[in-house]
């Protein structure tokens, strides 16, 4: 019993660690756009906006795609060869291939991009060094994961947003703060960062590159079905603004969107539990007595302190907003408590993820993905018309909650003693 209370104990020093890094680290990450918002016009955040779209629209399509089958073979490989090059060799031969495909659609499209996001030909060429500087942010954070190294993984991150906060606060001094500096920013914080904990890389783990034909396959399969999926989420997370370019003003764009980074900044702290526990879930997926502690016994503690900090947030969010901006973005105010109900509905499903990943669920998972954004999709059509920038928010809460329903039913149908289905039968 005391040896399983101090297991208990580390486990739960591990994950308050993680999750506090991972916390901070993504509260600076959403602090920063709330700065520029605060800087530049209402206009200029919204071309910011428009900017940052097309930037993480391609980082999630080409790059972020690989992360889940990465970190999940290196884990497998791991675990059998205390090594992870094969599956190090296959991710870094994606992450390659990403550069060179970005690089031909940017100057392939380059009016229509730079037209719909309002920068000029220069601006876009820095918005390419600026998808260079994200891309190898999601590189090296996954390795980290991927050698089981969680603590550096968030405090990779961490370190990324203060130097993107240091350089902030340089470029303002110097009255040069603006589209061009941003996007530098983002370029050179990444590769900056890296530089303080490249010492906690096993390059042993890494070293002596191995290609592996199966492992590719596979990782080639898999992130083909995440490129649908999570390009689905990448609208989910942005595809407002495709529907709300056609029918508001720029102005009202920035609007939306200052509202919308403070729901953005919490559901990416959701996705800190998927990133903590996958590791934990694809080695004990066969242990239905740690799967159920995970479910029933984690889940609710953790949803109770989200709720109660969602809660503090939707207190205390207009008087944040009044005092930072006055009444210039009075309308965002309502935008994040819409939201906000969203993100409670988001933190209960994103428990589902690690075990759908670690079943290789990913094709229901990514499907579901697809369906949640043309539900969003239609929803926004048919409420910005009725009610503007506020239809967008009403919307992506409707959104999140079908997909909710959608886990629920495939899990009870395919792993039913997972469900809260089955585990409300059971107590009635």
């Known amino acids: 019993m005391i040896n399983s209370l101090i297991k208990n ?14 916390a901070l680290a993504q509260g600076i990450g959403f602090i920063l756009p709330l700065i520029i918002a605060k800087i530049l016009s209402p206009e200029g955040f919204g071309s910011y ?10 980082t999630t399509a080409i790059v972020s795609s690989s992360q889940t089958p990465f970190i999940v073979y290196s884990n497998e490989e791991l675990k059998k060869n205390n090594k992870i090059n094969k599956a190090f060799t296959a991710q870094l031969m994606m992450f390659l291939s990403s550069i060179l495909i970005f690089a031909f659609l940017l100057l392939a499209f380059s009016n229509p991009i730079a037209k719909f996001a309002q920068i000029s030909f220069n601006q876009l060429i820095l918005l390419y060094f600026a998808f260079l500087g994200i891309g190898s942010r999601e590189l090296f954070k ?3 994961l991927a050698l089981d190294k969680k603590i550096f993984n968030a405090l990779y991150i961490l370190i990324v947003g203060i130097i993107n906060i240091i350089f902030l606060g340089i470029y303002h001094q110097l009255n040069f703060l603006n589209l061009n500096s941003i996007f530098i920013i983002y370029f050179l914080s990444p590769l900056i960062s890296i530089i303080f904990l490249a010492h906690k890389i096993e390059f042993k ?3 002596s590159f191995s290609y592996d034909n199966e492992i590719f396959k596979r990782m080639i399969t898999w992130t083909t079905w995440q490129i649908f ?7 989910i997370n942005w595809g407002d603004n495709l529907i709300l370019r056609y029918f508001v003003s720029l102005s009202e764009i920035g609007i939306y969107n200052l509202g919308y980074q403070i729901f953005k900044g919490l559901i990416s702290l959701t996705f800190i ?3 903590y526990f996958l590791p934990y879930i694809t080695k004990n997926i066969n242990n239905e007595r740690k799967i159920q502690n995970y479910l029933y016994v984690k889940r609710p503690k953790i949803m109770l302190a989200g709720t109660f900090g969602i809660i503090i947030i939707f207190l205390l969010i207009p008087y944040v907003f009044g005092y930072i901006y006055g009444d210039i973005y009075k309308e965002s105010v309502t935008i994040v408590r819409i939201l906000l109900i969203g993100a409670i509905i988001a933190l209960y499903n994103v428990f589902y993820t690690p075990i759908l990943n670690s079943l290789k669920m990913y094709k ?10 043309l539900i969003n999709i239609l929803l926004n059509i048919i409420f910005i018309q ?7 928010a009403v919307a992506t809460v409707i959104a999140y909650f079908c997909k909710t329903v959608m886990f629920e039913l495939y899990i009870y149908k395919k792993v039913q003693h997972y469900s809260i289905f089955s585990r409300l039968k059971k107590q009635i």
Do not use: E, R
């Not at 020093?13 to 993680?18: D, E, H, I, P």
């Not at 906006?49 to 391609?58: A, G, T």
């Not at 009725?386 to 239809?391: M, P, R």
């Open 9 to 22: 104990l580390k486990q739960s020093n591990s994950f308050l660690s993680f999750t506090s890094l991972s």
């Open 49 to 58: 906006s428009l900017s940052m779209m097309i930037v993480f629209f391609f």
């Open 142 to 144: 996954n390795l980290f």
């Open 205 to 207: 783990k890494i070293s």
């Open 229 to 235: 999926g999570l390009t689905a989420v990448y609208l």
């Open 273 to 275: 539990l998927n990133s």
């Open 364 to 373: 229901f998972y990514q499907i579901s993905n697809i369906i949640h954004v």
């Open 386 to 392: 009725i009610i503007g920038i506020y239809g967008a």
